[in-house]
């Protein structure tokens, strides 16, 4: 079929500020597409890791089945220990988001997990963050918000699997 063409090394630092503008354009494929070709040729690209979960996640709400994989593989590609907490958090908020928005038999119960699993990970990230640094603090304010604003939002039983990343 066809052959995808290689970024030059010395472009990824503009190719990573175009996947953050295609994403504040709300073109997520877009910018999956730019991650992907920077980790061709730095695998261990932690920008372009985190990037990609995101812009991944952003595709949650629109039934993309590759989505979830996707953001999963990037997050199991994270090194720091704060964004990986960070941003295991935004995941499981993320997907928690969306199936609240698609419904579905049970749906309030994984929401519920979903989200407390999002606030152990915000709660985790707290405590690495750098001083100043509250972005997992607003996150896990969030998570309970949407928790206080949904009590139909009920823990699963005690036999339901847990949420899990990797």
């Known amino acids: 079929m066809f052959e995808l063409k290689r970024l030059h090394p010395e472009a990824i630092p503009a190719a990573l500020e175009k996947a953050r503008h295609y994403r504040l354009l709300n073109e997520p494929t877009e910018a999956e597409s ?15 890791l985190v990037l990609l979960l995101l812009a991944a996640t952003d595709r949650f709400d629109h ?57 152990e990970n915000f709660e985790e990230a707290i405590g690495l963050a750098e001083a100043g640094n509250d972005d997992a603090l607003l996150r896990w304010n969030t998570c309970v918000r949407i928790l206080e604003r949904r009590p139909d939002l009920k823990p699963a039983p005690e036999h339901a699997q847990p949420v899990m990343l990797e």
């Open 34 to 48: 730019i991650c992907l070709d920077v980790l061709e040729i730095e695998p261990a690209n932690q920008k372009a």
């Open 63 to 119: 039934g993309h089945g590759d989505a979830l994989p996707r953001a999963r593989a990037a997050f199991a590609r994270i090194e720091s220990p704060y964004e990986k907490a960070y941003f295991g958090g935004i995941l499981l908020e993320r997907w928690a988001k969306a199936r609240l928005k698609n419904g579905g038999m049970g749906s309030g119960e994984v929401v519920y997990d979903l989200l407390r699993k999002a606030m």
